[in-house]
């Protein structure tokens, strides 16, 4: 009969055969490193858990309850470091605007010294003139008060409570409670925040809130890092990019904005470009079209003035006088035919290059802006195309096929969106890459000539192939009564698929590296391709919390954690069975053989793949379908 002994931490097995002493002890050394190496494979298990759950995201949401926890993980680095109170790391950090690196880089330029000073941290421990006397005078009110209604700050200077409090107020409406430096004459010390709120609390608890507010909100406001999120209404959120600032994000709330520019997402185009771009397109407008042929602009104060006569010489409200044919300044003598000292009758050639030049521009615009107008309405008229998808792949699962994956249909539409898009803004990159506001002497006309050939050649072969992508999608393949009609027509979508994912890609290559790179005197740079949409921002977390919880609740499905084990934390058995440790059996030859499931991998590989091989998907795809999958 076989007994078990696996509770504890040493295993020991026994069969019903009678081995010799030999035999056994052989068994029993292999038992061990087979053992020891099992537990190896178990510790890696356990630190590649914890690192994953230590490692942070490059992008995070910040909400109202996560704000401070983010803050206090900046300030925890630079109290670690530099062995700093609270007050003295914040200080710091609001001077550098919260940036650790920069922080830390001054400190290795500029020494420890240098560094407090330009920040107006003091560290130096001053007498407190309050704790060697009765009382003192005041130096700005100029009274006797007790000692114990007297503060001193970390430079040594010491007021009345009073006149602090009146001077925090004041700073605090003024919008300067951040870096509310000391009273005294020339002293360039921060005060220090809990004698500040200390103060505050005992003239009015609601100024002490809105300066706990305005201290925590500094970490997005002063933070290049972090941004709100411009969603309107406001979600109440905040986006932490850790690596890039050049990039886009997606909030929680489903709100996708550039993180450069706080605008709409406009990749190829780079944030001055789109801004440019928008601009333009204000200014062609009906409003602005009109202004500009009825109006024209004051020499003097540039407002716009309206002729309502027939005489050519025209008077701003601002008491200017200017010729309404040329728009120059002149005096007031005139008569019906002319004006005194002014004459602009006369033909000039330079006039009439001007005009061909305008006229060249103004059509150079219409050509780009079309396109990227009925390429923006396309986008708008397949966004209508989800619903009829949503129909094709429920009349597909409900036929009896071969295979109940309908993905390769919501990856070609998400395709489609994006590439649209991307097709959408590539035209304002172009009518700006090879334009001569931005980069006239970045290339001469050969080359602008050459690299807008290539260009051009990349966003046609897209432009075709996306609408042939769409064509593919609008096909009835869900009426098809042949299953090898739907199968070639599976095979049609999953190949331009990647065909346009590919040419996307090839895109922003040319951009980045022929394009753009080898600019001298300007630099712009453009959000990267992400070939699965846009990385959606994970929640923060307090990764201290982590570190001291038991991890008693199954992480990513596949493994149960236990700190019962003197040992340190185990995997215990899962719900399919597997587990790292099971007790051996009549018949197996040790720890190695019963730590493989009946694929023949191994717990150490079973648990990697379980718990983290599907955690990457389609983070534009619906939420349905990502929990469907």
């Not at 001077?167 to 951040?178: A, L, M, P, T, W």
């Amino acid at each position: 009969m076989e007994e078990d002994y696996g509770d504890s931490d040493t295993e020991y097995y026994y069969d019903d055969d009678n081995n010799s002493d030999n035999n056994y002890e052989e068994e029993e050394e292999e038992e061990e490193n087979d053992d020891f190496e099992n537990l190896n494979g178990i510790q890696d298990v356990d630190d590649h858990l914890l690192s994953l759950h230590n490692k942070k995201s490059p992008i995070q949401v910040i909400t109202r309850e996560s704000l401070a926890v983010a803050q206090r993980e900046d300030l925890r680095r630079i109290m670690d470091v530099l062995s700093l109170k609270e007050h003295h790391a914040r200080t710091l950090l609001i001077h550098y605007r919260w940036d650790v690196e920069r922080v830390l880089a001054v400190l290795v330029e500029k020494g420890k010294d240098q560094l407090y000073v330009e920040a107006g941290v003091i560290v130096i421990e001053h007498s407190n003139p309050c704790s060697s006397s009765s009382s003192l005078t005041c130096g700005i009110c100029i009274e006797d008060k007790p000692a114990n209604e007297l503060t001193a700050m970390d430079c040594g200077h010491s007021f009345c409570n009073i006149c602090w409090t009146e001077h925090f107020v004041v700073r605090i409406n003024e919008g300067q409670s951040r870096r509310i430096k000391c009273m005294a004459y020339r002293c360039n010390a921060i005060c220090d925040d809990g004698k500040i709120r200390l103060l505050l609390r005992m003239r009015d608890s609601a100024i002490a809130a809105k300066f706990d507010r305005f201290l925590l909100e500094s970490y997005i406001e002063d933070n290049k890092r972090v941004k709100w999120c411009p969603s309107v209404p406001h979600c109440g959120n905040a986006i932490r990019a850790e690596e890039d600032e050049f990039l886009e994000v997606e909030c929680a709330c489903g709100h996708q904005f550039c993180f450069g520019c706080c605008g709409e997402t406009h990749s190829p185009c780079s944030c001055l470009m789109w801004e440019l771009w928008l601009k333009k397109c204000q200014d062609e407008s009906e409003t602005v079209n009109w202004i500009t042929s009825h109006t024209k602009a004051c020499p003097k104060c540039h407002k716009p003035v309206e002729k309502n006569g027939g005489c050519n010489l025209v008077v701003c409200v601002c008491g200017q006088a200017f010729c309404w044919l040329c728009g120059g300044a002149t005096g007031r003598a005139h008569t019906y035919d002319s004006i005194a000292g002014h004459s602009c009758g006369r033909f000039k050639e330079d006039d009439l290059k001007k005009t061909e030049l305008a006229k060249k521009e103004w059509w150079r615009y219409i050509h780009y802006h079309n396109r990227h107008k009925a390429h923006t309405e396309s986008y708008k008229l397949e966004d209508k195309l989800k619903e009829t998808i949503q129909e094709k792949i429920l009349k597909l699962e409900d036929r009896e096929t071969e295979s109940k994956d309908m993905s390769w249909v919501t990856n070609a539409l998400y395709r489609l969106f994006r590439s649209r898009r991307i097709l959408s803004y590539s035209y304002p990159f172009a009518y700006y890459m090879f334009g001569s506001e931005l980069f006239r002497n970045e290339m001469s006309a050969k080359q602008r000539e050459i690299k807008q050939n290539l260009f051009e050649d990349q966003q046609q072969q897209l432009e075709a192939n996306v609408e042939r992508l769409s064509l593919y999608l609008e096909e009835p393949f869900h009426e098809f009564d042949d299953y090898g009609k739907v199968m070639e027509s599976r095979m049609k979508i999953i190949t331009m698929t990647n065909v346009v994912d590919s040419l996307c890609r090839n895109m922003y290559d040319c951009i980045e590296n022929d394009l753009l790179g080898p600019l001298r005197h300007t630099t712009h740079i453009i959000a990267p391709y992400m070939s699965k949409g846009l990385e959606k921002a994970s929640k923060l977390c307090d990764r201290r919390m982590i570190s001291n919880e038991k991890y008693s609740s199954s992480i990513g499905g596949g493994i149960k954690w236990s700190s019962e084990s003197s040992s340190g934390l185990f995997p215990n058995q899962d719900e399919s069975g597997c587990s790292s440790r099971k007790r051996a059996r009549p018949g197996t030859s040790g720890l190695s053989s019963l730590n493989q499931d009946g694929s023949g991998c191994s717990s150490k590989e079973l648990c990697n793949m379980e718990s983290f091989g599907n955690s990457f998907f389609d983070l534009n795809l619906p939420a349905d379908k990502i929990y469907k999958s």
